[in-house]
């Protein structure tokens, strides 16, 4: 045989091969309004940038006939490509090819890939599409999961590890995407649980539909599990292709740095913010008054409002943000919040992205539903995260900072770099009310009018304790400023930041109250 | 689809007796108020089948004695008396599956 027709043979056995699960199975696939995993990695990589591997792997069982079976790539697509430019390790299992179950081979090719992106130290990109383990292949397939749990684990903090969820992924599967920093989810599509509707039925008599127990939604909204939220897969890609703007390739780089923008002026950070502080806003207009052409990209959206984290770019260089949300429950802090704080904050630390405060809070949300659920060891997750980060970090402290709030996020004595506050800014160990409460007591109760003497006390208390110059006294702030200055401040302070280097303990790893 | 069109009102919230006006969360509205824990019902702590049912009404248990067999998650949970009662009302049917916290058996 000459190259030329050698050649053809290849290009024969690759044309078969690419058709994965074949004609039959890729309309099926199309008609539940899913994309193919081929089509999905050209839809998320830059043009003619992927190239794939491990492309004729085939499988070896032999019990239950599965020796008479071809099946193409074992159900999974793996390989390499870019995205605006960014290398990136990618992986996709193909629904098409026996439900993209997860066979010993299947395995080994994620396995492969993974090791790969760990030892290029470049993003990996998992696409989930998948029934579940080949149960044919019994604990072979046990052990395939187990071997990327584990590898998960050992990239987890030295290369960003993104899982897009476009189908089912139930049962184990579910812990490679957990292990993983960002999920991404999509509407109708996406199915995410360890036990599925069935088994609840039979085994607990609880009736519940796969979208209500483990749906895109839920993910987002209800367990936190997923990071992003998309109505449709390009959506989906578009937001990935986003994230990947902001993050650097591994823990030894800092992200792309971009030409510096303003904000836009219609964010005009002395309108957004009412000096009541009672009264809510948006905090997120004010990150996109302090943020490069206004662009907040928001993590965890739909999970625990009541705080706000993301990405965003302060003078061309990735920031990432961690705000309380007086709009929603007031901003307290919660078991939720708090660990979606926590998380993000250890995720900047890991890949050396700066860490904005920016602060407003009441306390944490009061309730014996609140204390039965763990917010104490919950709410130290915060505490840890910050205390432990060695990244830039800035606090500028809007408005309210009562009690445990205001230690909890990144004040001085969690060794904050830089610390900053509104004239706005109450610092104080609670709020005026329940404090001016508690000192006098006495006097309140022995007045003649009772409310009028509680109301005197409050304003007293206010005018004394409610502002930033109590705290500006013993340094614990470093400064008072001007609202409209607070961007350059931060630009400045990120700017001095560059070389930080701070000493830890040697340890092997701390316990955090996970 | 109505409702979502309507612009959601703020509503108060309070924290250290000071009052706050913001939007609360599905979340918030869903927890459950705290109950305590009262010895005369007899509540499911999981979901599963009623195998069997090991009192009568009107009988007279002593703390300890076996009061029904609930099976759940493949494992027969003997379902003991907690203190000396008289069984009150037996609410479940023996091969009934009750999910998790429903009402099993009252004493007095």
């Known amino acids: ?514 | 689809m109505e409702e979502k069109a309507k612009k959601p009102r703020f509503k108060s919230f309070i924290v250290d007796e000071t009052v706050y006006k913001t939007y609360l969360t599905k979340k918030y509205h869903e927890r459950r108020a705290y109950e305590p824990h009262n010895p005369k019902k007899l509540i499911s702590f999981i979901p599963g089948t009623i195998l069997k049912i090991l009192v009568k009404e009107g009988q007279k248990v002593k703390k300890g004695d076996p009061l029904l067999i609930l099976e759940a998650m493949k494992m027969e949970n003997e379902i003991l008396s907690e203190r000396a009662f008289k069984v009150k009302k037996i609410h479940v049917k023996k091969g009934e599956t009750v999910p998790k916290n429903t009402l099993m058996m009252e004493f007095e």
């Open chain 1, 1 to 514: 045989m000459s190259l030329k027709q050698k050649t053809k043979e290849l290009l024969k056995r690759r044309a078969i091969a690419e058709q994965g699960g074949g004609d039959k199975a890729i309309q099926k696939q199309t008609a539940m309004g899913k994309m193919t995993a081929r089509e999905r990695i050209l839809a998320l990589l830059d043009k003619d940038s992927f190239h794939e591997y491990d492309l004729f792997v085939e499988h070896d069982a032999r019990d239950f006939n599965m020796d008479k079976k071809v099946l193409h790539g074992d159900g999974v697509i793996t390989g390499t490509g870019t995205i605006y430019g960014s290398p990136v390790c990618i992986f996709a299992q193909d629904f098409t090819v026996a439900g993209g179950s997860l066979g010993v081979m299947h395995a080994r090719k994620i396995t492969k890939i993974m090791d790969h992106s760990l030892k290029m130290r470049v993003p990996l990109i998992g696409i989930n599409d998948s029934g579940g383990a080949r149960i044919q292949e019994g604990v072979n397939s046990l052990a395939g999961y187990g071997e990327i749990f584990f590898r998960n684990t050992l990239a987890s903090g030295v290369i960003p590890q993104i899982s897009v969820i476009l189908g089912p992924c139930a049962g184990g599967a579910v812990y490679s995407p957990a292990l993983t920093d960002f999920v991404f989810v999509v509407d109708q599509i996406s199915k995410m649980f360890i036990t599925g509707p069935e088994v609840i039925k039979t085994v607990l008599g609880e009736e519940i539909t796969m979208e209500e127990l483990g749906g895109a939604l839920v993910q987002a909204e209800k367990t936190g599990n997923a990071h992003f939220y998309a109505k449709n897969e390009m959506e989906c890609f578009d937001q990935i292709k986003k994230l990947i703007t902001f993050i650097p390739w591994n823990n030894g780089q800092k992200a792309r740095a971009f030409p510096p923008k303003e904000p836009r002026k219609e964010y005009k950070i002395e309108d957004i913010v009412p000096s009541d502080p009672k009264k809510p806003y948006d905090v997120r207009d004010v990150i996109r008054a302090l943020v490069d052409d206004s662009d907040f990209f928001e993590v965890q959206e739909r999970f625990a409002a009541n705080i706000v984290v993301g990405f965003g770019r302060i003078n061309g260089e990735t920031v990432g943000f961690v705000a309380n949300q007086p709009l929603v429950l007031a901003g307290v802090l919660d078991t939720d919040s708090s660990d979606k704080a926590a998380r993000f904050i250890r995720y900047c630390d890991a890949f050396n992205v700066p860490v904005v405060t920016l602060e407003d809070l009441p306390g944490y949300l009061p309730g014996v539903d609140q204390e039965h659920a763990g917010v104490i060891r919950h709410g130290a997750k915060v505490l840890y995260a910050y205390s432990e980060a060695t990244v830039p970090k800035v606090t500028i402290i809007l408005r309210k900072a009562y009690g445990g709030g205001y230690i909890a996020m990144n004040s001085r004595h969690l060794r904050a770099d830089f610390v900053f506050a509104w004239p706005t800014a109450e610092i104080a160990v609670m709020g005026p009310e329940g404090a001016a409460n508690i000192i006098f007591r006495k006097e309140i109760k022995e007045a003649d009018d009772p409310e009028a003497m509680r109301k005197q006390k409050v304003k007293e208390y206010k005018e004394k304790f409610a502002n930033p110059y109590v705290a500006a006294a013993k340094g614990y702030i470093d400064s008072v400023i001007e609202p409209e200055t607070t961007r350059r401040i931060l630009m400045h302070s990120i700017e001095v930041s560059a070389n930080k280097n701070v000493g830890q303990p040697k340890k092997k790893h701390g316990i955090p109250p996970f």
